[in-house]
């Protein structure tokens, strides 16, 4: 096969994307760098990290994770810092160097190692069928949507990370702090921070918020630019120009940290035809609700009068009033250069997102019934492939954020906020080097009748099996560790992700409640490595597996990489564990990754190739995935 070859050279620069100056991680000088690869070739990204070694962020290194590609076959190439490699530090090189053998669509390439993902480091990531293109269109566009804070990662995730004291809760007190939304969304790179206030006007419920969050300028800063100015090209709205009667191809992807957003063309529908780069049979929305770590490919007819016509990102949950929209204009070949004429879509007519109201939009998560992939695809692919296979394996997961201990604030499954490697060697290393850690591992699943198992840090590399979890809300105390799941191939796979407090003790800091009254507040949006999975249905409540498990769709499930998990409620997935190595699900709220809430499933580690003779070595003080934080 032939070889695409890139070479990222990574270094720090200064940009205003959305006419807030700010230091963030640049590719070849390029913000957010496209790349694109055709199906079946080798992919060959070689990653210099010349980020300034005092740099005060990522000073851990940065590491590449090419979000939803399954990497089957390649899972040191996955790019989860810790776990498959140690960060690639400054003043060093790295190449990843794998076949592409995933599904032609829409992916992004982004930093997993600490929170350089926030930093700007990330960027699409299209795969080119190797035949003909099989959808009809005239042209594409990417849309990549991303939220944007005026604050650079390392002193948000400081704020996280300190003990969190309910009398302390103000942004100067020196407790936990929340990162806030962010102060602009971005398409395609380019925001204007003052939307919010501009657009709250006189909404007393928002415009507060906006001068408080939006318009908030970090210590030490003044530099907000002047918008649309010529002196700053860059600060300003982003243009989608088509020409009338063309059907447009746009690749929709949200690589943001915070935002679930909802995508509106004005007075065009979209047709959906891929979800997280798999055809789907063709959905007719007026907006598009993507998530974060979610991808839509749509189909758009730029069959309205020559004009220019607002393209709104709003924030679909109803937790994030005060939210920026993002707004772009598409442009129509030859219209004035001017702004839209239409009154804007406001932030808060984005429907109040909730589990009874959302479809008044769309959430396809669980509506696209995947098709036949492309023809032409080099993979062993077919319509049958798509259905799911029967499940061998249960996993019930409750979602939980717990107080620490040491009083930090962290999430995680069943009370395990996971951290990084049991040793200071990538885990996939660890478990191939000691197939102990896997048989202990498969003893204290057995014996329990269970299916997850934590490693609990004791000192420096004494790792014991402290609890299991078998279906039932457990353990009842919160620890810093890491959780697994020890799978063989073949294996398949259901998870429960079950969003309410688990426990009496605090499992939901912020819900609480006991019992039926629990709560849970916010929803968020997972994402599996190494797979694609079936979700096969969501709901409210509690999840009961004699009750629930026959009405999911075994059918025609939707089959994505990233979906959601509702707030006060359940999802259900279904994976297939076809490729051997160590993958993370986890959050995709980059903000509660930071904080734990991840785990691991090892399969058949025995069976994955060897490491690449030159994998990055970790660090001679290993840290824990966030390199600037000690973990209790
Ligand atoms: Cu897009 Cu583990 O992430």
Request: hydrophobic content about 35%.
């Amino acid at each position: 096969p032939a070889t695409t070859h890139y070479e990222f050279n990574v270094t720090v620069a200064q940009r205003a994307p959305d006419c807030f100056e700010k230091s963030v991680l640049v590719v070849n000088g390029e913000f957010n760098k496209a790349i694109e690869v055709v199906q079946g070739n080798i992919l060959e990204v070689t990653l210099y990290n010349n980020i300034p070694p005092d740099w005060p962020l990522v000073s851990e290194g940065i590491s590449i994770h090419w979000h939803g590609f399954s990497m089957n076959g390649a899972p040191w190439y996955d790019g989860v810092g810790y776990l498959a490699q140690c960060p690639v530090k400054s003043g060093t090189n790295y190449t990843y160097r794998f076949q592409v053998n995933e599904e032609p669509g829409t992916y992004f390439w982004h930093g997993h190692s600490g929170m350089e993902k926030v930093d700007s480091f990330f960027g699409p990531l299209i795969v080119r069928p190797s035949g003909p293109e099989p959808l009809r269109y005239d042209e594409e566009r990417i849309l990549l949507l991303t939220d944007n804070y005026h604050q650079e990662s390392t002193p948000l995730t400081f704020g996280l990370n300190r003990p969190f004291d309910a009398a302390k809760q103000t942004n100067t007190s020196g407790g936990w702090e929340w990162v806030n939304v962010p102060q602009s969304t971005l398409l395609n790179g380019h925001g204007y921070y003052g939307d919010c206030a501009m657009l709250a006007g006189s909404n007393t419920a928002v415009a507060p918020k906006c001068n408080v969050t939006l318009q908030w300028v970090p210590p030490g800063r003044s530099s907000v630019l002047p918008y649309n100015s010529p002196s700053n090209p860059g600060c300003q709205r982003y243009n989608m120009t088509v020409e009338a009667g063309k059907t447009y191809r746009v690749r929709i992807i949200n690589a943001g940290s915070l935002l679930f957003l909802s995508v509106c063309f004005d007075r065009h529908n979209v047709t959906i035809v891929a979800a997280d780069a798999y055809p789907v049979n063709p959905q007719p929305v007026s907006c598009v609700d993507i998530n974060l770590g979610q991808r839509y490919d749509v189909l758009l007819q730029a069959n309205q009068p020559k004009g220019n016509y607002w393209i709104n990102a709003l924030a679909v949950n109803a937790t994030r009033v005060g939210s920026p929209g993002g707004y772009g204009v598409l442009r129509y070949a030859g219209a004035n250069l001017t702004l839209p004429t239409d009154t804007l879509l406001q932030p808060e007519s984005v429907p109040a997102w909730s589990f009874g109201t959302v479809s008044a939009i769309t959430t396809p998560d669980v509506l696209l019934d995947p098709h036949a992939p492309h023809p032409g695809a080099v993979l062993p692919v077919n319509e049958s492939s798509l259905r799911p296979p029967k499940r061998t394996h249960f996993l019930y997961v409750n979602l939980t954020q717990p107080l620490l201990p040491t009083g930090q604030l962290r999430w995680a499954l069943d009370n395990v906020a996971t951290y990084g490697t049991p040793s200071c060697i990538p885990t996939l290393a660890q478990l191939q080097s000691d197939p102990s850690f896997m048989s202990r591992m498969a003893q204290a699943s057995a014996s329990g009748n269970t299916t997850s198992v934590d490693m609990v840090q004791s000192g420096s590399d004494d790792k014991v099996a402290l609890y299991l979890s078998d279906g039932t809300p457990s353990p009842t105390y919160p620890v810093a560790g890491q959780r697994f799941m020890p799978l063989q191939t073949g294996d398949v796979v259901d998870i429960v992700l079950q969003n309410l407090a688990a426990n009496a003790n605090g499992g939901d800091y912020r819900g609480g409640g006991v019992g039926a009254n629990r709560t849970a507040q916010e929803q968020h949006p997972f994402h599996m490595h190494g797979h694609h999975f079936w979700v096969l249905g969501y709901g409210l409540g509690v999840y009961n597996d004699s009750t629930n498990s026959s009405a999911l769709n075994v059918h025609n499930p939707a089959f994505r990489d990233s979906f959601t998990i509702y707030k006060n409620g359940w999802t259900v997935i279904r994976f297939k564990a076809d490729n051997p190595g160590v993958w993370i699900l986890h959050c995709h709220t980059d903000w509660h990754l930071f904080m734990g809430q991840k785990m691991y499933f090892a399969t058949s580690p025995e069976a994955a190739p060897q490491p690449p003779t030159d994998l990055p070595q970790c660090p001679s003080k290993c840290l824990y995935n966030f390199g600037a934080f000690d973990l209790p």
